[in-house]
């Protein structure tokens, strides 16, 4: 019983940990400019600013982040199937 305790504060530790990560990693952004465009990414691989012309293409920004959601979520999906992503790197915690 002991060690289902231990095992949800280190779930949660690792939640917390995970949480703080996505906020630094949004912090950073690069952008890239070529001819008449500008796109402006943060380190989750959010596009938060896509320019087209002059303009500001906040339509086509949210079609490209909702792809790479989809992409994330099926890649994360994969690596599970083959024994990787959080469930390896906690030894099996999740069973």
Same mark, same amino acid.
């Given at each position: 019983?002991?060690?289902k305790l231990k095992q949800g504060r280190d779930l949660?530790?690792?939640?917390? +940990?995970?949480?703080? &990560?996505?906020?630094?990693?949004?912090?950073?952004?690069?952008?890239?400019?070529?001819?008449?465009?500008?796109?402006?990414?943060?380190? !989750?691989? !959010?596009?938060?600013?896509?320019?087209?012309?002059?303009?500001?293409?906040?339509?086509?920004?949210?079609?490209?982040?909702?792809?790479?959601?989809?992409? +994330?979520?099926?890649?994360?999906?994969?690596? &599970?199937?083959?024994?990787?992503?959080?469930?390896?790197?906690?030894?099996?915690?999740? !069973?």
């Amino acid at each position: 019983m002991f060690d289902k305790l231990k095992q949800g504060r280190d779930l949660l530790k690792l939640r917390q +940990q995970a949480k703080q &990560l996505q906020v630094e990693l949004e912090k950073i952004e690069h952008v890239e400019e070529r001819g008449n465009m500008k796109i402006k990414v943060n380190g !989750s691989q !959010s596009v938060t600013y896509l320019e087209i012309d002059g303009t500001e293409n906040r339509e086509l920004m949210d079609l490209i982040n909702r792809a790479t959601k989809e992409v +994330q979520k099926k890649a994360a999906k994969k690596m &599970l199937e083959m024994g990787g992503g959080l469930g390896g790197l906690l030894g099996g915690m999740g !069973s």
